[in-house]
């Protein structure tokens, strides 16, 4: 089993950047492609970026996209998430997930491990 903890969260205003960090534990070895989601308030967990193993591919949601970057380090297990020039509408709370399978996947049902999330807030 793998486990997920995410940091790096807080709160910033528009234009600002911040760095997520997921770190995973246990059979990390099971764990291949990784990705982001966000769930704003009431609003549904939406993709927002993912990574296979070898950080070759990676895939970003439109609206995240030329502004926040996907990247991971396999010797120390964990998976980044950089944004820059953060907008308002990015305010949710930030998810990481692992999935077996070695392809990049928007859908959420595809990942098999999630972490417990962390808070990002972005003030105009």
């Known amino acids: 089993q793998v486990n997920l903890v995410e940091s790096g969260g807080g709160s910033v205003r528009a234009g600002a950047s911040l760095r997520l960090s997921c770190a995973a534990s246990?059979?990390?070895?099971?764990?291949?492609?990784m990705g982001w989601f966000r769930q704003a308030p009431g609003k549904e967990r939406e993709f927002v970026a993912a990574?296979?193993?070898?950080?070759?591919?990676?895939d970003y949601a439109d609206s995240v996209k030329g502004r926040f970057s996907i990247s991971r380090d396999n010797t120390k297990n964990t998976v980044y998430l950089q944004m820059n020039n953060l907008k308002p509408e990015d305010t949710a709370v930030y998810y990481c997930?692992?999935?077996?399978?070695?392809?990049?996947?928007?859908?959420?049902?595809?990942?098999?491990?999630w972490g417990q999330g962390t808070q990002v807030t972005v003030s105009s």
């Open positions: 997930a692992a999935r077996r399978a070695n392809t990049v996947s928007r859908s959420s049902g595809d990942y098999d491990t």
């Open positions: 990574i296979t193993w070898s950080g070759k591919t990676t």
């Open positions: 246990g059979r990390t070895s099971s764990s291949n492609a």
